[in-house]
């Protein structure tokens, strides 16, 4: 039996129904049976696993590659310290053996270090340029080895 409606010429009341069917819930003109719905509905099932389960494997695929590249720079980072460790600790064993060898001399050297470093950091707070701190002392001591030369 097929469903009809009646249309209400009145705005305030509610249009009336009558007849109808009280199986399958399908619409009226659908061509659809139940068992191409349940069908229909399993292949999606089996689709969206299908789906779940590709997506499950790159997701392992993707954590182990991520492993992977954080092992190598792991490695690579390690050796990298250790390289630079073995140098350092050489270059520290040989400063202090020449240190022991000539003593006067490194202690000129760190004189002159220091006396560099605290030209930079007294520089540093200063608010002259770099150029007005150098021209004049280069400039009087230009001519004054001028002045000597040709007297």
Same mark, same amino acid.
């Given at each position: 039996m097929e469903t009809t409606k009646k249309e209400n010429k009145e705005p305030n009341k509610p249009a009336v129904t009558t007849g109808g069917s009280m199986g399958g819930g399908s619409a009226v003109g659908s061509s659809t049976s139940p068992t191409t719905t349940s069908?229909? *509905?399993q292949t999606v099932r089996d689709e969206a696993r299908d789906l779940g389960r590709q997506a499950s494997d790159f997701a392992d695929?993707?954590?182990q590659a991520a492993a992977q590249v954080y092992d190598k720079a792991?490695?690579?980072a390690s050796e990298a310290y250790d390289k630079t460790s073995q140098t350092l600790s050489a270059s520290y064993d040989q400063a202090m053996v020449y240190g022991r060898d000539n003593p006067g001399k490194l202690t000129l050297i760190a004189?002159?270090?220091g006396i560099g470093v605290g030209i930079?950091? *007294?520089g540093g707070?200063?608010?002259r340029s770099r150029s007005s701190r150098i021209v004049p002392p280069?400039?009087?001591a230009l001519s004054e080895i001028a002045r000597e030369v040709f007297r």
């Amino acid at each position: 039996m097929e469903t009809t409606k009646k249309e209400n010429k009145e705005p305030n009341k509610p249009a009336v129904t009558t007849g109808g069917s009280m199986g399958g819930g399908s619409a009226v003109g659908s061509s659809t049976s139940p068992t191409t719905t349940s069908s229909a *509905a399993q292949t999606v099932r089996d689709e969206a696993r299908d789906l779940g389960r590709q997506a499950s494997d790159f997701a392992d695929q993707t954590k182990q590659a991520a492993a992977q590249v954080y092992d190598k720079a792991s490695r690579t980072a390690s050796e990298a310290y250790d390289k630079t460790s073995q140098t350092l600790s050489a270059s520290y064993d040989q400063a202090m053996v020449y240190g022991r060898d000539n003593p006067g001399k490194l202690t000129l050297i760190a004189f002159g270090a220091g006396i560099g470093v605290g030209i930079l950091l *007294a520089g540093g707070f200063s608010t002259r340029s770099r150029s007005s701190r150098i021209v004049p002392p280069v400039v009087d001591a230009l001519s004054e080895i001028a002045r000597e030369v040709f007297r």
